[in-house]
Protein backbone atom coordinates (compact mmCIF):
# COMPACT_ATOMS: atom_id res chain seq x y z
CA UNK A 1 0.00 0.00 0.00
CA UNK A 2 2.61 2.40 0.76
CA UNK A 3 4.60 1.72 -2.40
CA UNK A 4 1.28 2.50 -4.28
CA UNK A 5 1.02 5.60 -2.60
CA UNK A 6 4.56 6.48 -3.25
CA UNK A 7 4.09 5.18 -6.96
CA UNK A 8 0.99 7.92 -7.31
CA UNK A 9 3.30 10.56 -5.30
CA UNK A 10 6.04 10.06 -7.97
CA UNK A 11 3.31 10.44 -11.55
CA UNK A 12 1.40 13.30 -10.07
CA UNK A 13 4.02 15.99 -11.71
CA UNK A 14 3.45 14.08 -15.51
CA UNK A 15 -0.47 14.61 -14.75
CA UNK A 16 0.12 18.46 -14.28
CA UNK A 17 2.53 18.93 -17.49
CA UNK A 18 0.72 21.83 -19.80
CA UNK A 19 1.14 22.07 -23.20
CA UNK A 20 2.08 24.97 -25.82
CA UNK A 21 -0.51 27.72 -25.02
CA UNK A 22 -2.39 28.18 -29.11
CA UNK A 23 -4.12 31.29 -30.45
CA UNK A 24 -7.69 30.95 -29.66
CA UNK A 25 -8.42 33.05 -33.12
CA UNK A 26 -7.23 30.88 -36.67
CA UNK A 27 -5.58 34.63 -37.97
CA UNK A 28 -2.97 35.28 -36.08
CA UNK A 29 -2.91 39.10 -37.50
CA UNK A 30 -6.57 39.10 -36.20
CA UNK A 31 -5.46 37.84 -32.61
CA UNK A 32 -2.57 40.62 -32.59
CA UNK A 33 -5.36 43.35 -33.68
CA UNK A 34 -7.72 41.70 -31.09
CA UNK A 35 -5.12 42.13 -28.35
CA UNK A 36 -3.95 46.09 -29.38
CA UNK A 37 -7.80 46.36 -28.77
CA UNK A 38 -7.93 44.91 -25.73
CA UNK A 39 -5.56 46.46 -24.11
CA UNK A 40 -7.78 50.33 -24.24
CA UNK A 41 -10.86 48.30 -22.46
CA UNK A 42 -10.86 48.07 -18.47
CA UNK A 43 -11.76 44.93 -16.81
CA UNK A 44 -14.85 45.83 -15.00
CA UNK A 45 -14.31 42.68 -12.65
CA UNK A 46 -10.58 43.72 -11.98
CA UNK A 47 -10.76 47.01 -12.67
CA UNK A 48 -7.32 48.18 -13.05
CA UNK A 49 -6.26 45.35 -15.55
CA UNK A 50 -7.06 45.59 -19.29
CA UNK A 51 -9.11 42.72 -20.89
CA UNK A 52 -6.37 41.41 -22.60
CA UNK A 53 -4.56 40.51 -19.54
CA UNK A 54 -7.01 40.00 -17.30
CA UNK A 55 -8.35 36.28 -16.58
CA UNK A 56 -11.86 36.87 -15.64
CA UNK A 57 -14.57 35.19 -17.00
CA UNK A 58 -16.10 38.17 -17.88
CA UNK A 59 -12.70 39.50 -19.92
CA UNK A 60 -12.95 36.31 -22.04
CA UNK A 61 -16.37 37.17 -22.81
CA UNK A 62 -15.69 40.46 -24.17
CA UNK A 63 -12.59 39.49 -26.22
CA UNK A 64 -14.73 36.96 -28.02
CA UNK A 65 -17.38 39.19 -28.45
CA UNK A 66 -13.78 41.62 -29.84
CA UNK A 67 -12.41 38.21 -31.95
CA UNK A 68 -16.80 37.41 -33.45
CA UNK A 69 -17.50 41.32 -34.47
CA UNK A 70 -13.93 41.20 -36.23
CA UNK A 71 -14.77 38.45 -38.36
CA UNK A 72 -17.92 40.34 -39.25
CA UNK A 73 -15.76 42.92 -40.58
CA UNK A 74 -16.43 45.48 -37.36
CA UNK A 75 -13.66 48.38 -37.09
CA UNK A 76 -11.66 48.56 -33.89
CA UNK A 77 -13.62 52.18 -33.33
CA UNK A 78 -17.13 50.43 -33.65
CA UNK A 79 -16.32 47.75 -31.58
CA UNK A 80 -15.10 50.31 -28.90
CA UNK A 81 -18.93 51.84 -29.26
CA UNK A 82 -20.59 48.97 -29.12
CA UNK A 83 -18.78 47.78 -25.55
CA UNK A 84 -19.44 51.46 -24.00
CA UNK A 85 -22.91 51.21 -25.75
CA UNK A 86 -23.29 48.21 -23.76
CA UNK A 87 -20.91 48.50 -20.62
CA UNK A 88 -20.83 52.68 -20.49
CA UNK A 89 -17.63 54.58 -20.74
CA UNK A 90 -16.01 53.36 -17.53
CA UNK A 91 -15.20 50.17 -19.61
CA UNK A 92 -12.42 52.42 -21.67
CA UNK A 93 -8.87 53.48 -19.88
CA UNK A 94 -9.14 56.77 -21.37
CA UNK A 95 -12.66 58.23 -21.71
CA UNK A 96 -13.62 60.98 -23.91
CA UNK A 97 -13.42 64.30 -22.97
CA UNK A 98 -17.21 65.17 -22.54
CA UNK A 99 -19.97 66.79 -20.52
CA UNK A 100 -20.78 63.91 -18.42
CA UNK A 101 -16.41 63.00 -17.67
CA UNK A 102 -15.92 66.42 -17.14
CA UNK A 103 -15.73 65.84 -13.64
CA UNK A 104 -13.57 62.96 -13.92
CA UNK A 105 -10.79 64.93 -16.03
CA UNK A 106 -11.18 68.33 -14.05
CA UNK A 107 -11.38 66.47 -10.47
CA UNK A 108 -7.21 66.45 -9.93
CA UNK A 109 -6.74 70.03 -11.25
CA UNK A 110 -9.67 71.59 -9.05
CA UNK A 111 -8.25 69.11 -6.06
CA UNK A 112 -4.72 70.85 -6.94
CA UNK A 113 -5.95 74.26 -6.61
CA UNK A 114 -7.80 73.92 -3.55
CA UNK A 115 -4.98 72.28 -1.53
CA UNK A 116 -2.86 75.33 -3.00
CA UNK A 117 -5.20 77.72 -1.78
CA UNK A 118 -5.34 75.65 1.76
CA UNK A 119 -1.83 75.64 2.14
CA UNK A 120 -1.13 79.46 1.86
CA UNK A 121 -3.77 79.76 3.89
CA UNK A 122 -2.50 78.17 6.96
CA UNK A 123 0.76 79.73 5.99
CA UNK A 124 -0.17 83.30 6.66
CA UNK A 125 -2.38 81.76 9.48
CA UNK A 126 0.81 80.56 10.96
CA UNK A 127 2.90 83.70 10.08
CA UNK A 128 0.61 85.75 12.52
CA UNK A 129 0.79 82.77 15.18
CA UNK A 130 4.44 83.53 15.53
CA UNK A 131 5.76 85.94 17.81
CA UNK A 132 8.93 88.20 17.30
CA UNK A 133 11.44 87.21 20.03
CA UNK A 134 12.62 90.15 22.21
CA UNK A 135 15.96 90.08 23.50
CA UNK A 136 17.21 92.12 26.06
CA UNK A 137 20.44 93.89 25.77
CA UNK A 138 22.40 91.12 27.60
CA UNK A 139 21.52 88.76 25.68
CA UNK A 140 21.75 90.19 22.71
CA UNK A 141 25.69 91.18 23.53
CA UNK A 142 25.85 87.59 23.98
CA UNK A 143 24.51 86.24 21.19
CA UNK A 144 27.02 88.57 19.28
CA UNK A 145 29.63 87.27 20.97
CA UNK A 146 29.03 83.65 20.34
CA UNK A 147 28.99 84.53 16.71
CA UNK A 148 31.65 86.56 16.68
CA UNK A 149 34.16 84.02 18.26
CA UNK A 150 35.90 82.09 16.04
CA UNK A 151 35.89 78.41 15.19
CA UNK A 152 37.96 75.72 16.67
CA UNK A 153 39.94 74.56 14.24
CA UNK A 154 40.09 71.09 15.00
CA UNK A 155 37.35 70.46 17.25
CA UNK A 156 37.70 66.86 18.61
CA UNK A 157 41.10 67.86 20.10
CA UNK A 158 39.25 71.30 21.75
CA UNK A 159 36.65 68.40 23.45
CA UNK A 160 39.63 65.84 24.42
CA UNK A 161 41.62 68.38 26.83
Request: proline letters at 6%.
Amino acid sequence: MKLLFIGLMCLLPGFSFAGVAKDIAEDPVMETRMIHLAEKVRCLVCQSEPVSTSHSEWSQDVRNIMREKMKAGATDQEILDMLVERFGKSVLFDPPVDNETMPLWGAPFILLLLGGVFLVYQLKKRRGLVAEAVLSKQDEQRAATLLNEPAPLNPTKDTQA
